[in-house]
């Protein structure tokens, strides 16, 4: 009996390991740049695993990772329906909303970008304030790097739209985050936004 009941538990826990571990098998694809793969993989993980609120950090995950592996493969339209996705289940996904605003540029979709944009800047005031602390989605030690990423698009994008009020804001969120963003890349944005 105690061999059954141990047997039993051991099989469940497994069962449970093999969902992440399907989904970082699929990660190992897209790191080594065979994108049709990992695509393929993420699909399988996506599809093949059960839709829990235990998971939604891992299922969304899977969706921004197939989304960039579909973008690498010029599947742009693909990609950013994985990306709505991934922020269906995580409102806050910093990853998702970015990606989806790179797509989005890409496209040249400017409107639609500028949106996504103002979200996953919104996710990283929110990460700064430690309000998203607890999210397997948030790495907190990339948080200068996606942070300078979000930024430069942004703020690009922004300048190209002509939006100087947008550039003041953005600039006035820089100085109340306690971020290390070098401003010298954007000089051009500075100067604009202090006429």
């Avoid at 826990?13 to 049709?36: A, I, K, N, P, V």
């Avoid at 993989?41 to 093949?48: A, G, K, V």
């Avoid at 800047?121 to 397997?136: F, P, V, Y």
Wanted: with cysteine; hydrophobic share 40%; aromatic share 14%.
């Amino acid at each position: 009996m105690k061999i059954k009941m141990l047997l039993v538990f051991w099989g469940l826990t497994f069962m449970c390991g093999c969902e992440t571990d399907s989904l970082f098998r699929s990660y190992r694809f897209f790191q080594r740049q065979q994108y049709d793969k990992a695509e393929g993989h993420f699909t399988y993980y996506l599809t093949h695993t059960e839709d829990r609120d235990d998971n939604k950090e891992y299922r969304a995950a899977g969706y921004c990772w197939r989304g960039l592996s579909r973008s690498a493969l010029k599947k742009h339209e693909e990609a950013i329906s994985d990306y709505k996705e991934a922020l269906l289940r995580v409102p806050d996904c910093f990853y998702a909303s970015f990606n989806l605003g790179v797509e989005l540029l890409i496209l040249k979709r400017y409107g639609e970008s500028v949106d996504s944009f103002r979200i996953a800047w919104a996710g990283i005031q929110k990460a700064n304030r430690g309000e998203l602390d607890n999210s397997k989605l948030w790495n907190r030690n990339t948080l200068n790097l996606d942070s300078e990423f979000c930024f430069q698009y942004f703020g690009m994008l922004l300048l190209r739209m002509r939006d100087i009020d947008g550039i003041k804001v953005l600039l006035e969120d820089l100085k109340r985050l306690s971020l290390k963003i070098t401003l010298i890349k954007f000089c051009p944005m500075i100067s604009v936004a202090h006429l």
